[in-house]
């Protein structure tokens, strides 16, 4: 596609409710980010991917979190027993080259979580 | 750790005038990357500016540059000319070289409005 896509826009769950976010990267981008924007805030790196590999999952907030690739391109990030401190927005963002550091990475346009 | 730290959480500016955001961050490193992003309204996140630590020289992107000082790790972004479409949150970031996958460190946003 022409860029990084992201479903669904908008999400509204009950508490307690498990919800799966999608990101569809730029065709052919080994990389793939995921960062959480609280209202308010900078995004805040949560994992990354290069390729299927998971890399780096270090800011995953808790075991409620889990992000998966299985081939390469579209990712999903699932949370689980959402509680109301997930309530963001979810970005995605994809990279051409894990080595080319000066690499642009694109954003999609985000998911709003919103937990009640 | 890395941090970067946006001291403006607002910045106004007058429609043609020159704007100066600024950004300073925190870091043991010697190289790496630093960047401007913009957030409008719609959410998408769009590159403005890059810059290379090992590079003296400011970058410059049309009405964009930045005043790039290493030594007092500040990085502020300068707009000329403003137009009512850079109306938008502005976040500095930064990106270690020596980080697997490259992930962006954000500051927390400086909300600029422009006045026509």
């Known amino acids: 596609g022409a860029g990084v896509s992201q479903s669904p826009r908008y999400k509204v769950a009950k508490r307690g409710q498990d919800v799966a976010l999608r990101c569809d990267p730029i065709?052919?981008?080994?990389?793939l980010f995921w960062y959480q924007q609280a209202l308010g805030q900078g995004p805040e790196f949560l994992t990354y991917?290069?390729?299927?590999?998971?890399?780096?999952k270090s800011g995953l907030p808790s075991d409620r979190f889990f992000a998966e690739r299985p081939e390469g391109s579209v990712s999903t990030l699932k949370i689980q027993r959402t509680q109301q401190e997930d309530s963001a927005v979810y970005l995605c963002?994809?990279?051409?080259?894990?080595?080319?550091?000066?690499?642009?990475?694109?954003f999609g346009p985000g998911t709003r979580l919103l937990v009640l | 750790a890395q941090t970067v730290t946006q001291s403006q959480p607002e910045m106004s500016v007058q429609e043609a005038e020159t704007v100066t955001l600024s950004c300073t961050y925190d870091?043991?490193?010697?190289?790496?990357?630093l960047f401007w992003y913009k957030q409008p309204p719609s959410r998408q996140m769009i590159l403005v500016i890059r810059?290379?630590?090992?590079?003296?020289q400011n970058a410059t992107e049309n009405r964009f540059s930045v005043n790039f000082q290493k030594a007092a790790k500040s990085f502020s972004l300068k707009i000329s000319d403003s137009q009512l479409g850079d109306a938008a949150m502005y976040f500095c970031?930064?990106?270690?070289?020596?980080?697997?996958?490259?992930?962006?460190?954000f500051g927390q946003g400086t909300e600029l409005s422009v006045k026509p």
């Open positions: 963002a994809s990279t051409g080259s894990p080595t080319r550091i000066r690499e642009t990475q694109y």
């Open positions: 065709s052919g981008h080994v990389s």
């Open positions: 991917f290069q390729n299927e590999a998971q890399l780096d």
């Open positions: 870091t043991s490193e010697s190289d790496y990357y």
């Open positions: 810059q290379e630590a090992y590079k003296q």
């Open positions: 970031a930064y990106r270690s070289v020596y980080n697997q996958g490259g992930k962006l460190i």
